[in-house]
T-cell receptor, first 114, second 113 residues
Framework: AQSVAQPEDQVNVAEGNPLTVKCTYSVSGNPYLFWYVQYPNRGLQFLLK??????LVKGSYGFEAEFNKSQTSFHLKKPSALVSDSALYFCAVRDWGRDDKIIFGKGTRLHILP | KAGVTQTPRYLIKTRGQQVTLSCSPI?????VSWYQQTPGQGLQFLFE???????NKGNFPGRFSGRQFSNSRSEMNVSTLELGDSALYLC????????????FGQGTRLTVV
């Protein structure tokens, strides 16, 4: 069965510094990988996805993520953090070869310090 | 174009009652998935419907059920409510193919007292 792990419950970064939110996954076949962001009292908003091709994926709001097949990771990154990036971030995986449901990690709360 | 609409936004129910939540997907989307979000457990997958058929189901008791109508709108029902059912219930719609992202509604906050 597929699974997603976000090893950090919370990440603190100073404004202007680069940020990384970690995600590792486990699937039987090939993964489709997603990142979502959730602001307080809101649903999840799609940021970016990896389907195939280039391992570096660019998404909304200046975020990008790097797919690493050997390490089964899909870390979210941004070169320069903004205070407005403070939110809850979810990594998700779908094993397209075996099961269509999307499984989410438990989320990482990102705090950008002014 | 309109996003995913969930109604109601907030709900307070008493233990033992039942509740029905509604989700209207984005026009043209045929897949609707439901998730339960709690602080301790994150997002837990409940079920997914595609063209009125349940395509996937998570590990929830039979008290949790759902259905999808011909216009792709979906309802989720929880019977014999328990205090532990208090959560944010999120609905997500997508075109249905594996490589397409899901779009979420704002959720229904259910409180069981």
């Amino acid at each position: 069965a597929q699974s997603v792990a976000q090893p950090e419950d919370q990440v603190n970064v100073a404004e202007g510094n680069p940020l990384t939110v970690k995600c590792t996954y486990s699937v039987s076949g090939n993964p489709y990988l997603f990142w979502y962001v959730q602001y307080p009292n809101r649903g999840l908003q799609f940021l970016l996805k990896y389907i195939t091709g280039d391992n570096l994926v660019k998404g909304s709001y200046g975020f990008e993520a790097e797919f690493n097949k050997s390490q089964t990771s899909f870390h979210l990154k941004k070169p320069s953090a903004l205070v407005s990036d403070s939110a809850l971030y979810f990594c998700a995986v779908r094993d397209w070869g075996r099961d269509d449901k999307i499984i989410f990690g438990k989320g990482t709360r990102l705090h950008i310090l002014p | 174009k309109a996003g995913v609409t969930q109604t109601p936004r907030y709900l307070i129910k008493t233990r033992g009652q039942q509740v029905t939540l509604s989700c209207s997907p984005i026009s043209g989307h045929r897949s609707v998935s439901w998730y339960q979000q709690t602080p301790g457990q994150g997002l837990q997958f409940l079920f997914e419907y595609f063209s009125e058929t349940q395509r996937n189901k998570g590990n929830f008791p039979g008290r949790f059920s759902g259905r999808q109508f011909s216009n792709s709108r979906s309802e989720m029902n929880v019977s014999t409510l328990e205090l532990g059912d208090s959560a944010l219930y999120l609905c997500a719609s997508s075109l249905g193919q594996s490589n397409t992202e899901a779009f979420f509604g704002q959720g229904t906050r259910l409180t069981v007292v």
